[in-house]
């Protein structure tokens, strides 16, 4: 909040968002015009609102926000969310699952769409998919035309591994489905061009290989190419750039897993150029994004077997790092994978994600520097035996939303999508002397 003075017209002009300026001379006559007070009163007047603003300063850079809103989801079996969107409206969609929680080859699981408010409440929700399947989605995207696309996996006895994928309208409506056999999907785009493109896994002669599959609107394949880089390869996250599309997840051979990044020309998936990023003896790539800059910052683990920290990596536009930050608890605790990122405004980044103990959520300067960490540990999750935070995004007020599973003793396993209060918010007028003063805001151009 910038606080300007003009003494001619008894005002104070205050711009919402903006770090705190204090100009002394002006602040000086300002108050000594409108307060008419003897300097010494003003001087000492000014060095208590300086001395406020810096505690108020240095408390919006440390303090941990608190949760605005959390919402639990429970439809009657085991639900996870694993994917939020942020429309452009200010709702969100997220998808999942809902039914048994793990695979076998008798499993009943269903596809789980949902359309929510800004405020979180639930505007529809609906369940997709075959009796004798288990079905979960991992990824939703709004399309041109206003649809909604959701893609995962399904498995069953008599199919086996299929990758399954559905269309709904603006109403939850089901317009295709489609499934997919020997695949799996982690992610999915709308191209340019119109098309989609998901990326996953493929299953060869036991191994896995990366996939890319490009399909037309309606569910109907233009292309399909699988990857190996000579191990078993998985492809987890993409964006589309100039001149084509990036994709990451990671390539092992026991012991080593690494990074694993390519980009592909999008009209038939060949590979323009590969990277490989070895951090520790295993590191993966999960979810990434554009830093902005023609970049990407990627989130994932790294680390060794049963000691795996949170890891930002960020790349330049040729898939080269420029640099990495690896984050673990305080008392050296693993946080474990890192499965969302989001931006924020600033050009720092929240990235969320847990292990088997519980959720974490990081907030990181542009560098990468630890700003706050919220845990399981704390007050919105303490009451929950365990937590995943799997998805991130940045709502329409800039504040960030975290979507997942909890687990309690009573329901099992529950969806749950928690958000942030923002970071920076309108500023508000405690008290002023003396009342006739007239206050206007100014646009963020000053």
Known sequence: MTVLAYPPRRRFCMVPGVPYVLNRELLNKSIKFVFDRTFSEVEMRYQTLFFLGCLIIVAQATAQPRADWIRFFDLGGHEYIGDIYAMRDGRYAICGATGQFYFSPDTTKDFWIALLDAAGETIWSHTYGDENSGEEAVTIIDTDDGNLFAAGGSYSAEMGQRLAAVMVDGEGREQWRRTYPGKWCHAAIELKAGMLLLAG??????DLNGLLLCI??????????????????DLWTMRETDGGVVVAGYSSRHPQCR????????????ILWT???SIDQQASAFSMISDGNGGFAISGYAGYPDDFDFLLLKIDEQGDEEWHECYSADDE????RAMGITRLTDGGYAISGGNNFGATLLRLEPGGEEMWCRRCYDDIFRDFS?????STVTGLDESIVTAGRVRSERTGNDGVIVKLIPERSAPMIVEYHPPELEFTTLPDTV
């Open 201 to 206: 896994h493929t299953r060869e002669n036991r």
């Open 275 to 277: 990277r490989f990023h």
């Open 333 to 336: 605790e693993e946080f474990g």
């Open 216 to 233: 037309e609107q309606d569910g109907d394949i233009l292309w399909q190419r699988s990857y190996d880089a000579g191990g078993n390869e």
């Open 259 to 270: 990074i694993w990044i390519i980009k592909v020309d999008p009209d038939d998936g060949d």
């Open 386 to 390: 365990s937590s995943w935070f799997i």
